[in-house]
Structure formats: C-alpha cells, structure tokens
C-alpha cells in the first residue's frame, strides 16, 4: 500500500515549477510586481456563490477563539495595496473554498491573480491571451457575450426573461427541485449545466458582458431590464 506517496509524480512537479517560472517571467517583462499577501481574513467573502472556510484563532491559548477565514481569492487584500498607490501587482497563491469538491475542484488550490491600473477588459484579455497563447499553443481567443451565449444555446436572452421562464428553462434541463427567488441562481444554474458544457468544443473563450446583477467589485456600465440586467 502506497498511501504514503504524493499525489503528484515529480515529473509533474518540475512542470509546475517550469510554468511558475514562466509566469514570473512574463510579468516581470511587464514591469508588474510580484506581492504575497495574508492568507487569513477577519471578514468572510461577499460572493453569495462562494463559501468561505472558517477558522478558529486564539491570539494565545488562554484567549477565547475567534472565528477567521481562509481567503477564497487574494483580490480584497490586493485592491488594499492598489489603493495604497502599488501599480500593476499579481500574485500566486493559495486560495481556500467550502463545498468545492470534484475532478475540476479542490477546497485548497493555486490562483493567479493580477490587476493592470488603467487596464479595460478588453486591454486585459489581450494580456491573458499573451500569457496562455503560448502555453497552449493558442492563435487567438474568441470573445461572446453572456447574452449571445444564452440566445444561441437557449434562445432567449437573459435580460428578456423573466424569473418564470428561468425557472421553467433549468427544469427542462436540469433535474432539481428548488424555491429561490433570486434569477441569478437560476442563471448561474443554466450557464454551468448547460451552456460551459457546450463551449468545450473551444479551446478557450472569453464570455464577456455578465449581467450586473452579478458584478461583484467589478465596475458595471450600461443598463438593461429583467432578470440579467446590464452588463459588467
């Protein structure tokens, strides 16, 4: 019995180093810092999607605990040092996240997180596309709207629709029972279980224009009505 042994081969393992290095090297070129930020929070994440995993602290044994937080992504302590005038920083870091479970989750992984001061979205996706390009041997990358996506798989678009026909649309698609008010749950159901699963035939996209009901620290722009209102 080997239960002792990694469950990465090192041969994995010098790959990983190999694209960290990789990764360091392309920021480095673009003059974006590299920072290492607190791994525990005193506040969990304001996500309603994304449950944070607790912790009990005692600053010495004979204080009472207090609960603390994993951080489920570097950004709140990165847009601090934003604020405290850092320019372009990124970082690689564990990132912790309740209910994660699956053979595209972990509770415990690695992210890359980056911010760009004066960057749009648009400048940014060029960014991404010159980091993974060469790695996965990537001409380009389309982009598609949030709405596009939900017109071509779905035929509606979600700023047209209403909570009823969400709710009638998930359950021709998905077996679930559940009472929720909210349209982005029902959205964010749909886009998971029906929609990714198609863009697989892609190597990559970029889904651009997410509703702004679901804009979380991200700067909204235009407007729009029913469920998805407009875009982020």
Same mark, same amino acid.
Request: proline letters at 6%.
């Given at each position: ?28 070129q ?10 525990l ?14 912790? !009990? ?6 204080? @009472?605990?207090?609960?603390? =937080? &994993?951080?489920?992504s %570097? *950004?709140? /302590?990165?847009?601090?040092?934003l ?9 690689m870091?564990k ?30 996706m060029?960014?991404?596309e010159a980091?993974?390009?060469p790695?996965l041997?990537?001409? !380009?990358?389309p982009?598609?709207?949030?709405? @596009?996506?939900?017109?071509? =798989? &779905?035929?509606?678009? %979600? *700023?047209? /629709? ?5 709710i009638?649309?998930?359950?021709e ?32 996209v ?27």
């Amino acid at each position: 019995m080997n239960s002792w042994q990694p469950s990465a081969s090192i041969e994995m393992l010098h790959k990983r180093a190999e694209l960290f290095s990789y990764i360091r090297d392309f920021f480095r070129q673009r003059q974006v810092l590299e920072v290492d930020t607190p791994v525990l929070s005193q506040c969990a994440v304001s996500d309603p999607f994304i449950d944070s995993i607790e912790v !009990s602290y005692r600053p010495t044994l004979a204080h @009472d605990a207090q609960t603390m =937080y &994993l951080q489920t992504s %570097p *950004e709140y /302590a990165m847009k601090r040092l934003l604020a405290a005038g850092s320019g372009a920083i990124y970082q690689m870091g564990k990132v912790y996240r309740n209910g994660e479970y699956g053979g595209r989750h972990n509770p415990e992984f690695t992210m890359l997180e980056w911010y760009r001061p004066g960057f749009d979205d648009a400048r940014l996706m060029d960014e991404v596309e010159a980091l993974i390009g060469p790695l996965l041997a990537l001409k !380009s990358v389309p982009r598609v709207r949030y709405s @596009d996506l939900f017109q071509r =798989y &779905l035929g509606f678009r %979600p *700023e047209e /629709a209403e909570l009823e026909q969400l709710i009638s649309v998930t359950r021709e698609h998905i077996d679930i029972q559940m009472d929720d008010s909210d349209p982005d749950s029902w959205l964010n159901l749909l886009m998971s279980h029906v929609i990714e699963p198609q863009l697989a035939e892609l190597d990559a996209v970029f889904v651009t224009d997410y509703p702004a009901s679901q804009a979380a620290l991200a700067q909204a722009r235009g407007c729009g009505r029913g469920a998805g209102g407009g875009p982020v």
